[in-house]
């Protein structure tokens, strides 16, 4: 049968798919397919966000809790019965014993601030410090080294600072490491004799130290992601300064 003999509106409606429709169809199809990939970028973008913030967190907290674990042992001495107040004995044939300062409580910092300095008595080949007298090894502290916090763990077998970093370079870039010592002076006069105390100028007095730290970083990979970090920590071994003077 000849296509000539169909009616020609039969024709006409078995021509096929326009030009026009063609790019109607196109355009539409570009602009869904468009849609889809902005929408699965963003979820990649937010999953990647999201993935070096929690990396972050971790790190500064890990970070954080190496800190406050050895500043927990700062001021500590490896004789605590020389801070002990001893009366005579035995009808004077055993004088009494003055209280020794401690001198492991000390608390410094450098000029910047970005940096906390402290002391404490160390077990050296299964022999505790008791001598009351800080070695070399028996410096410690905490630092800001460029873009990553590191720790002072004594010293090394040459002698030099053994400084280790408790941060990954590789994740996150410490911008600032804030460390202040905040203290409260409390008056030991109930423990001594008051005239005395008087006469002398003033009774010992102790002092409550606790340090504040202040982490900010960004990540590595998107400086963009930030993050602060607060923690303290109370140092155990309170700073007693003076001694009880001698009743008139």
Known sequence: MRLNSFPASFRQAQRGLGLVELMVGITVGLIVTAGATMVATRQINE?????????MQQDLRIAADLLQQDMRRAGYRGLPASGVWEPE??????????AASSPYTELTQSAGGHDLYYRYAKNTNGTLNTTNVVANNEHFGVALDGETLSIQLGLKANGTPNWQPITDPNVVRITSFVPEIKT???PLDDLCDSSACAAAGGCPTQTIRRVVFTIRAVAKADSSVARTLTVSEKIRADDISGICPPAP
């Open 47 to 55: 999953h990647r966000r999201l993935m070096l913030e929690v990396q």
């Open 89 to 98: 004995r035995n009808a004077g044939a055993v004088p009494a014993k003055e």
């Open 184 to 186: 409260q002076q409390i």
